[in-house]
């Protein structure tokens, strides 16, 4: 039974690119939430995704980040225009419903150059 | 009204201590309080959760103590090994949701 899995691992975009993120939930989950880590920070919540619904994205940046959750296929975290600021470590968790346990990938390590 | 203050920032401890980390909330509303730890180039995994209907739980080495009237809560690790060497995080939500918001991190350091 694969946890969740996240790619790639580690993604190198120069500014002004565009980053996708790919998180594979675990199997029969259907809850997706994704995290963002600065270095030396605790995670941020970012955006809470059912399928082919966004259910709480209150932690996004208003502009160039996106987030979706198909009916097939994994979810994916957009980041269109990449600066600097962007570098930082993204985490999908999955869970199977809303009062269950958020298991969390491996990250994907994002570096802006 | 959202923060989770963790501290020590960073904490050494000799093989066989007490680890103890420490997490404090504003938010009167979170209702359930997960600790995470963190190898480096993982992803968090969580180690033990809590809610606020009791005020200790334990499993095996790793106890949490929670104190709702001063909204504060705590890790202690038992017998600390240099395998527990990791980054921990408190956490809090509130209701069914698991949208996490996560204190910043303890970097623990036990030597042998």
């Known amino acids: 039974n694969a946890g969740v899995m996240q790619n790639p691992r580690h993604l190198v975009r120069r500014r002004g690119q565009e980053a996708r993120l790919r998180c594979s939930p675990m199997?029969?989950?259907?809850?997706v939430y994704w995290y963002r880590q600065l270095p030396e920070e605790g995670l941020k919540f970012m955006v809470y995704?059912?399928?082919?619904?966004?259910?709480?994205e209150s932690g996004m940046p208003k502009e160039r980040f996106s987030a979706e959750f198909p009916k097939e296929g994994p979810s994916i975290l957009r980041i269109q225009q990449v600066v600097r600021g962007d570098s930082a470590a993204y985490f999908c968790?999955?869970?199977?419903?809303?009062?269950?346990?958020?298991?969390f990938g491996q990250g994907t390590r994002l570096t802006v150059v | 009204q959202q923060q989770v203050k963790q501290s020590p920032q960073s904490l050494i401890v000799q093989k066989g201590g007490i680890s103890i980390i420490n997490c404090a909330y504003e938010?009167?509303?979170?209702?359930?309080f997960p600790w995470y730890q963190q190898f480096p180039g993982k992803g968090p995994a969580l180690l033990i959760a809590i809610r606020p209907d009791v005020s200790e739980k334990k499993e095996g080495r790793f106890t949490i103590s929670f104190n709702k009237s001063a909204k504060q809560f705590s890790l202690h690790i038992m017998d600390s090994q240099p395998g527990d060497s990791a980054t921990y995080f408190c956490a809090a939500t509130r209701g069914s949701a698991r949208q996490l918001t996560f204190g910043s991190g303890t970097q623990l350091t036990v030597l042998p």
């Open positions: 995704l059912q399928k082919e619904n966004i259910i709480d």
């Open positions: 938010n009167t509303a979170f209702d359930y």
């Open positions: 199997k029969g989950h259907s809850h």
């Open positions: 968790a999955s869970s199977e419903g809303m009062n269950t346990e958020a298991f």
